[in-house]
């Protein structure tokens, strides 16, 4: 099948077709796309200032410049527990994003499956259909807090599946697998002969004593792991376009020949700004301040949640709340639609996540405190007014 005729598969995103529709609602808050309201830190952009006065105007190598790729097999080291080799093993992408169908399209055939944890981050089917592979839900739940457990993927596991996506912290219940989910998990892929690929980017965005662990550091797994990663939401970097990956050599330079051809190299005035940041301790202040914030934002919108009736986990990790609406007796597009056009507040359907997410909504509270708590006031009038709860 032609690359046309998949795309003719892949619809747009649900999220861009709920925030199309809230174009021209005056007053609206947004609580739906997955953006830091923070700006990246003045010094990260004073580096990049200092990269175009050094004249960092031009290509670099495909992989990325070799600062940044040594800043980041530091960083691997110190913080994931992954040891990689900067020369082979790690290259800078356009955003985290471009990794996955760059990283797919390096092993995948027609018509392998990929298993993917559900509720879903909206690029992963639709990357793995691009590919030439199919998506196979691996359906997760509340009771279980949302974490993936090896008894949901024995369930969807055949003879023709080739992957598996993993993604914690996760986007969108804010679900993060602990220690013994990613060794039980990493068991399952070896058993079953998987590459596994592990979305990290909300990696220290985590909250009451959790710990992000990354799959790729465990005995043995880092020669079937691609761990994906990228600045866009530890250091509100989300216009830089920067992503970076760590695997298998045979992987990255595949992936490498395939960025050749595709956006030749990510930019190079950025990644040395990057690599600059990632040594630099004002930028490791700064994460700590958001993930703070994020926090007290979390609390606020978890207890106003739980008050107004719509029973909602606590999040331990990344900026996104996935409150229960089941029991209005809407459907998640009928919740979302009411709630832009009546109360003027923008959230996410869990049904632009997958199969799994329907029941439930999508916030992000990487908004500002004061519009969080107007948001939930106008939620929670509506839900009264209307008899929902």
């Known amino acids: 099948m032609a690359l ?3 795309l003719s598969l892949v619809n ?4 861009r077709k709920l ?8 007053g609206l808050i947004s609580l739906g796309i997955g953006e830091p309201d923070f700006d990246t830190p003045e010094h990260i952009r004073e580096y990049a200032k200092e990269a175009l006065d050094r004249g ?10 070799m600062m940044l790729r040594e800043a980041l097999a530091w960083k691997l080291k110190k913080q994931n527990g992954i040891d990689a ?33 559900g509720p879903m981050f909206v690029s992963y089917a639709p990357a793995v259909i691009l590919a030439g592979g199919k998506p196979v839900e691996v359906p997760t739940y509340e009771e279980n807090e949302f974490r993936l457990s090896v008894e949901d993927l024995e369930k969807h596991v055949t003879e023709k599946t080739r992957a598996l996506i993993i993604n ?9 697998l602990t220690r013994n989910d990613l060794e039980e998990i990493g068991n399952f892929a070896v058993e079953h002969d998987l ?8 990696e220290h965005f985590v909250y009451d004593g959790a710990r992000n662990h990354s799959i790729a550091s465990l005995d043995g797994m880092f020669e079937r792991t691609i761990t994906i990663n990228g600045f866009s939401k530890t250091f509100a970097m989300t216009g830089w376009r920067l992503g970076f990956v760590a695997a298998p050599e045979w992987i990255i330079e595949r992936m490498t020949r395939f960025q050749m051809y595709n956006a030749t190299c990510p930019v190079t005035f950025a990644q040395y700004a990057a690599a600059k940041a990632l040594k630099d301790e004002r930028s490791w202040k700064a994460v700590e301040e958001m993930r703070r914030e994020y926090e007290r934002r979390r609390n606020l919108v978890w207890k106003r949640l739980n008050e107004m009736g719509l029973p909602t986990l606590k999040p331990k990790g990344a900026f996104y709340i996935f409150p229960r609406i089941r029991d209005t007796g809407l459907s998640s597009k009928e919740f979302s639609e009411l709630m832009l056009l009546q109360a003027k507040v923008a959230v996410v359907p869990g049904s632009a996540f997958g199969s799994a997410g329907e029941g439930y909504i999508r916030i992000s509270y990487a908004t500002a405190y004061e519009k969080l708590e107007e948001a939930m006031d106008r939620m929670e009038k509506v839900l009264r007014e209307k008899k929902l709860v």
């Open 19 to 26: 925030f199309d529709l809230a174009q021209g609602v005056e």
């Open 168 to 176: 914690t912290p996760n986007n969108p219940t804010g679900a993060v």
């Open 56 to 65: 960092m105007t031009h290509y670099s190598p495909n992989a990325g410049i």
């Open 85 to 117: 080799d900067p020369k082979t093993q790690i290259m800078v992408t356009v955003g985290a994003n471009q990794a996955l169908l760059m990283g797919l399209a390096t092993f995948l055939r027609d018509g392998e499956e990929v298993l993917i944890s």
């Open 4 to 6: 046309s005729d998949r």
């Open 195 to 202: 590459i596994v690929f592990s979305d990290e980017v909300y």
């Open 12 to 15: 747009p995103s649900e999220i």
